[in-house]
């Protein structure tokens, strides 16, 4: 638990953290980051990826999500304007703090819920 300071309630980081990241398509959306800004149809296009037996993520839920990323100071949008219109999601350097974390969940479901995991619990 973090020190509070005057007028500063108790926060919880695990909390803190579980909130900012909630939601089905916030890490996976990070993660797709990692490797540099991406386009709106991009990004789109990488959370269908590994999706199998899921419906395709709506626009308004992606546009949502990335609204929610740009406010918790994860990731940076960038108008370029002109037309037709041009945007790109980049990671800031929280957000790039973040990826660290990601890849940790990611090797652990390589490790506890790949193939041969599954293949254990069957015994």
Request: hydrophobic fraction near 40%; proline fraction near 7%.
């Amino acid at each position: 638990m973090a020190k509070a300071g005057p007028g500063r309630a108790h926060v919880c980081p695990v909390a803190a953290f579980q909130k900012m990241i909630s939601g089905k398509y916030k890490l996976r959306i990070v993660w797709d980051l990692k490797d540099g800004p991406r386009r709106y149809g991009e990004i789109r296009s990488g959370l269908l990826r590994g999706a199998e037996g899921s419906a395709p993520i709506t626009p308004r839920v992606l546009s949502r999500e990335l609204k929610a990323l740009a406010a918790s100071g994860l990731i940076d949008r960038r108008d370029f304007g002109v037309v037709p219109p041009k945007v790109e999601y980049r990671l800031t350097r929280k957000g790039q703090s973040c990826v660290p974390v990601v890849a940790a969940i990611r090797d652990w479901g390589e490790r506890h819920l790949g193939e041969p995991a599954r293949a254990e619990a069957a015994e």
